[in-house]
């Protein structure tokens, strides 16, 4: 809605952009598309918006209720101010202008994504596997994710409950997730098979489609989630957690 162009239905890119960020937030990367106005074109210049498709990126594309990474594609004489990061099939967009110089397909490109913001949403994302794990405890073993929003400075959890919630109800989910912050507990990721999952005891989210290799985030026994989201290292990064 940004750019005025809905590139779902316009970008069809064969290949896959391979994803770097849970390691890194800066890495030397190759344009393999452009698209300008709804078209793929071969170059754009100085002014112009624009979709770059990188061959790989540590840019995080919208996904599982984080929204996408901002941050440039930079290099001899030009810079792509990046404003958005989203999934076209297997390849990830970098929505956003260029500010300077020109930019064609084939050139290599210095990827940095904005680190600061990046912390912040991986501090919401992990906050929000302990208010998932908190709700369950606190109201029922019905509770499961609908939905989620997770940004730079709040997060949104939807689940569904048959009755309001109390006001003691969320002082004990809140003082439960605090409890959990404060325990600092290791924020640990590991890749498996889906049976080995489920063994492990991880939570699969409503309508998701999971491949043969998942990725298991788990802080302490409290919480075990299937997630290819971008966490913090450790619960007691996140500080504090407040229900507005």
């Given at each position: 809605s940004q750019f005025g162009v809905d590139y779902n239905n316009v970008i069809r890119v064969?290949?896959?952009?391979?994803?770097?960020?849970y390691t890194e937030s800066e890495s030397l990367a190759k344009v393999t598309a452009l698209f300008h106005d709804g078209k793929a074109v071969e170059s754009?210049?100085?002014?112009?918006?624009?979709?770059?498709?990188?061959?790989n990126t540590p840019f995080y594309a919208e996904s599982g209720g984080q929204i996408g990474d901002i941050g440039r594609l930079e290099g001899n004489g030009f810079i792509f101010d990046v404003k958005d990061t989203q999934k076209y099939g297997q390849v990830f967009g970098h929505i956003g202008e260029l500010?300077?110089?020109s930019l064609s397909v084939g050139q290599s490109v210095n990827a940095v994504v904005d680190d600061v913001r990046r912390q912040q949403i991986s501090l919401n994302h992990s906050a929000t596997h302990l208010l998932h794990?908190?709700?369950?405890?606190?109201?029922?073993?019905?509770?499961?994710?609908?939905?989620?929003?997770?940004?730079?400075?709040a997060l949104r959890f939807d689940f569904v409950q048959p009755e309001a919630i109390s006001k003691a109800q969320l002082a004990e989910v809140e003082r439960l997730v605090n409890f959990h912050i404060r325990?600092?507990?290791?924020?640990?990721?590991?890749?498996m098979d889906i049976e080995s999952a489920k063994a492990k005891?991880?939570?699969?989210?409503?309508?998701?489609?999971?491949?043969?290799?998942?990725?298991v985030v788990t802080m302490s026994p409290f919480s075990i989630e299937l997630c290819g989201g971008i966490h913090?290292?450790?619960?007691?990064?996140?500080?504090?957690?407040k229900i507005l």
């Open positions: 064969d290949g896959t952009t391979r994803f770097e960020g754009i210049t100085a002014g112009q918006c624009a979709v770059v498709i990188l061959e500010t300077q110089g794990a908190a709700l369950r405890q606190v109201l029922g073993e019905h509770v499961a994710q609908k939905g989620s929003l997770v940004q730079d400075h325990a600092n507990h290791p924020i640990v990721t590991e890749e005891g991880a939570m699969a989210l409503f309508g998701e489609k999971y491949g043969d290799v998942v990725r913090a290292k450790r619960t007691g990064d996140i500080g504090l957690f």
